[in-house]
Structures are given as C-alpha cells and as structure tokens.
C-alpha cells in the first residue's frame, strides 16, 4: 500500500511519482489515505482561523475538492504534501472568513419605520429613494431586497426562501448596499 507523503519514500523516486500521478488520477485509495492521514492536520489549520461549523464546513470543503477536483489535485506538483496541504487548508480558511466578513447582519442597517412615519418629510424621501432604487435595480435582485431589508430574514433563510445561494444572495446583497448608498448620497444632495 502506498504511502500519503510522497516525502516519506525517501530516495525511492518512481514510487513517488507513482504515486503522485496516483493521486492526481484520483485514485480512491490514495485520496482516502489522504484524509485518513491528514485529517487532523487539515483541521488545525483551519482552526486556526475559524471554529464550530465554518470550521467543520472548511475542512469537509476541502477533502471533497480533493476528490472530486482534477485542477486540485494537479496544484500539487510534489515535494511535501503535508506543507501543501496545509497551505491549502490554511487559504480556505482565509478565504471563507472574508467571505463571511462581508455578510452584515440586517440590524447593522435597520431603519426605524415608526420614525419615519412620524416624519413625514422623512416619510416622502423615503418613498422618493425607494422608486429612484426600483428603477436602478436589476428586476432579479427586488426579490433579495425584499426578503433580506424589507422581510429581514437571515442571509440563509432569504437564499432558502429564493432558492438561491447564499453566495450569490451575498454578492446581489453587496451590490443593493452599494447602490443604496449611491442613491442615498444622490437623494441628500438633491434636498434642501
């Protein structure tokens, strides 16, 4: 049976080409091997960055990319394929926390309907801002803006309820926030 670090082959080369051509082929064993082996290190890297289900996401992430993606498989080029690995995990790690750094809870933006409806300057600028923004807004992102700032449902129960995903919800989220405030700075510029 193959071993998982090439390293560990020591002087005997074909057998590390073997079985790095093994492990770019996809080979059940050796990908199995892989995470039986690397398990715990792939875990400790990632949680250096993230802990409870990110952290078990991650890790699953990557050993799933390990077996089902040739262009994965094929960055490893040989030498130590603990310290690839590691790298690997640790820059998903990274990743998936920028991702979710991006994510705003909607209480970061929550606007006081109560307020406005006291207001009613507040009131007919609002309504103002809100048809400026159904007109600028592409017509498959009204459905995010409904659910995510006018529903405040979570970013996970809003790309249920669309059946969408949350990523993509994420990025259409980013794009609305942006155009607010765009439509925000147009409108204050506008008043009196």
């Known amino acids: 049976m193959m071993t998982a670090d090439p390293r560990s082959l020591g002087?005997?080369?074909?057998?590390?080409d073997d079985w790095v051509a093994a492990f770019h082929a996809g080979d059940r064993r050796v990908i199995e091997q892989c995470y039986r082996e690397y398990f715990a290190l792939v875990d400790g890297r990632v949680g250096r960055v993230?802990?409870?289900?990110?952290?078990?996401?991650v890790v699953h992430e990557i050993f799933y990319q390990l077996l089902t993606s040739v262009p994965t498989r094929q960055s490893f080029r040989g030498g130590s394929f603990a310290a690839w690995l590691g790298t690997v995990a640790g820059n998903a790690a990274i990743d998936h926390?920028?991702?979710?750094?991006?994510?705003?809870?909607?209480?970061?933006?929550h606007v006081d309907a109560g307020a406005l409806a006291q207001d009613p300057e507040g009131d007919a600028v609002a309504r103002v801002m809100m048809?400026?923004?159904?007109?600028?807004?592409?017509?498959?992102?009204?459905?995010?803006?409904?659910?995510?700032?006018?529903?405040?449902?979570s970013q996970q129960e809003a790309a249920a309820s669309l059946g969408i995903g949350r990523t993509t919800l994420a990025y259409r989220e980013l794009r609305i926030r942006h155009l607010l405030r765009r439509l925000c700075r147009l409108t204050s510029e506008e008043l009196p």
Request: no cysteine.
């Open 11 to 16: 002087a005997a080369r074909p057998a590390q």
């Open 50 to 57: 993230l802990q409870g289900a990110d952290r078990e996401t």
């Open 97 to 109: 926390a920028r991702r979710k750094g991006r994510e705003q809870p909607i209480e970061d933006h």
């Open 131 to 153: 048809e400026r923004f159904r007109q600028a807004v592409p017509a498959e992102w009204l459905p995010v803006f409904e659910s995510r700032f006018v529903h405040q449902l």
